[in-house]
């Protein structure tokens, strides 16, 4: 059983910075991402990285501002927000997934509990 904590969502004003984090236990994963939904819209998937190799993805959306990175040897991800937009409140969630599968995959087996991120002015 794979198990995630998020932590470092919260209130952010526009311009400045969030740093999401997540703690993963259980199985050896092959990738870990961070999705959000926004109030009234679909879940999407915004940064994942391979575990292996470190490979990345980033939505169109939000790249040059969200950095995804790892801590292999405390199993967690991060994901850096940057230049915070009014747009980019939501509940951030953490996944991972077992399977070899691409980096651009939105498939995903475990899941966090989210972590709300608001941005004021």
């Known amino acids: 059983q794979v198990q995630l904590v998020e932590s470092g969502g919260g209130l952010g004003q526009a311009g400045g910075s969030l740093r999401l984090s997540c703690a993963a236990s259980g199985r050896t994963f092959d990738r870990m991402a961070w999705f959000r939904q926004a109030p009234g819209k679909e879940r999407e998937l915004v940064a994942a990285?391979?575990?292996?190799?470190?490979?990345?993805y980033y939505a169109e959306s939000i790249k040059g501002r969200f950095t995804i990175s790892r801590d292999s040897a405390k199993n967690t991800v991060f994901l850096q927000i940057n230049s915070l937009k009014f747009e980019d409140t939501a509940v951030y969630y953490c996944a991972t997934d077992l399977r070899s599968l691409s980096v651009t995959s939105w498939a995903y087996e475990y899941w966090g509990q989210g972590t709300q991120v608001t941005v004021s002015s």
């Open positions: 990285i391979k575990w292996s190799t470190g490979m990345t």
